[in-house]
């Protein structure tokens, strides 16, 4: 199950995966957008808004009715609103909380019977380097949300550590999508790839239980940390 794989991040994701063989479950709020390429016999398009509560259920039932299982989520849909704290309003940020942090919950809730089922179940988080710092003014709500949505990645690998799950946050930068490309005049061949990004998460749900991984960070820039 991928959510957002319309575009950027999460259509690279899905489209390695589907190289490689996966079956997949792309969860999006306009189906009609996703990529032809992405349709296929081995994928199923989903109509889930990550802002509506329910609409993981539908999606979820929709992955089990068409594949009999769910072996991996990949949590990539989410909102930024460039406002500094003061200036954000309390709708403001109860909707970055609401698609960051509260969706991708909701989503593991329903699909984690099944992830159990599998017994090596995984579930990356696409958090961002905003869940690790607040990199200027105008990213302050997003990576409050950001930092919550790290929380949230540890305490599912936390709750299902004894049941086989592995759970992963993966901490980009700055990646060559729209999203960046509003946000910063950095050239985007110098920003990491999407496609490097699909890569990551190619690795990480083929380790085995043994080799899990908490967090991943990866950056185009030298930063003192990151």
Not at 30 to 46: F, M
Not at 50 to 62: C, L, P
Not at 88 to 102: G, H, I, P, R
Not at 116 to 141: C, M, Y
């Given at each position: 199950?991928?959510?957002?794989?319309?575009?950027?991040?999460?259509?690279?994701?899905?489209?390695?995966?589907?190289?490689?063989?996966?079956?997949?479950?792309?969860?999006?709020?306009?189906?009609?957008s996703?990529?032809?390429?992405?349709?296929?016999?081995?994928?199923?398009?989903?109509?889930?808004?990550?802002?509506?509560?329910?609409s993981e259920?539908?999606w979820?039932?929709?992955?089990?009715?068409?594949?009999?299982?769910?072996?991996?989520?990949?949590?990539?849909?989410?909102?930024?609103?460039?406002?500094?704290v003061i200036?954000?309003d309390?709708?403001?940020?109860?909707?970055?909380?609401?698609?960051n942090?509260?969706?991708?919950?909701r989503?593991?809730r329903?699909?984690?019977?099944?992830?159990?089922?599998?017994?090596?179940?995984?579930?990356?988080?696409?958090?961002?380097?905003?869940?690790k710092?607040?990199?200027?003014?105008?990213?302050?709500?997003?990576s409050?949300?950001k930092?919550?949505?790290?929380?949230?990645?540890?305490?599912?690998?936390?709750?299902?550590?004894?049941?086989g799950?592995?759970?992963?946050?993966?901490?980009?930068?700055?990646?060559?999508t729209?999203?960046?490309?509003s946000?910063?005049?950095?050239?985007?061949?110098?920003?990491?790839?999407?496609?490097?990004?699909?890569?990551?998460?190619?690795?990480?749900?083929?380790?085995?239980?043994?080799?899990?991984?908490?967090?991943l960070?990866?950056?185009?820039?030298?930063?003192?940390s990151?």
């Amino acid at each position: 199950m991928i959510s957002g794989a319309n575009r950027g991040i999460g259509a690279a994701i899905a489209k390695r995966l589907a190289q490689e063989g996966w079956q997949l479950s792309i969860g999006v709020r306009q189906p009609d957008s996703v990529p032809p390429e992405l349709r296929t016999a081995s994928t199923v398009v989903c109509q889930y808004d990550a802002d509506i509560a329910g609409s993981e259920q539908a999606w979820t039932e929709a992955t089990v009715k068409r594949f009999g299982r769910i072996d991996a989520l990949i949590n990539n849909a989410g909102i930024m609103i460039p406002k500094n704290v003061i200036e954000a309003d309390d709708d403001d940020m109860d909707a970055v909380l609401n698609v960051n942090v509260k969706a991708p919950l909701r989503v593991a809730r329903a699909a984690w019977p099944y992830l159990e089922q599998s017994g090596r179940g995984r579930i990356v988080t696409v958090v961002s380097l905003s869940g690790k710092r607040v990199k200027s003014v105008g990213s302050g709500i997003y990576s409050i949300s950001k930092f919550a949505a790290l929380a949230l990645s540890h305490a599912l690998r936390q709750t299902g550590w004894d049941k086989g799950i592995r759970s992963t946050a993966l901490c980009p930068g700055f990646v060559a999508t729209d999203m960046a490309a509003s946000l910063t005049e950095m050239p985007a061949e110098q920003m990491t790839q999407p496609d490097d990004l699909a890569t990551m998460v190619s690795m990480l749900l083929n380790l085995p239980n043994s080799a899990s991984v908490a967090e991943l960070c990866v950056n185009g820039l030298s930063e003192s940390s990151f």
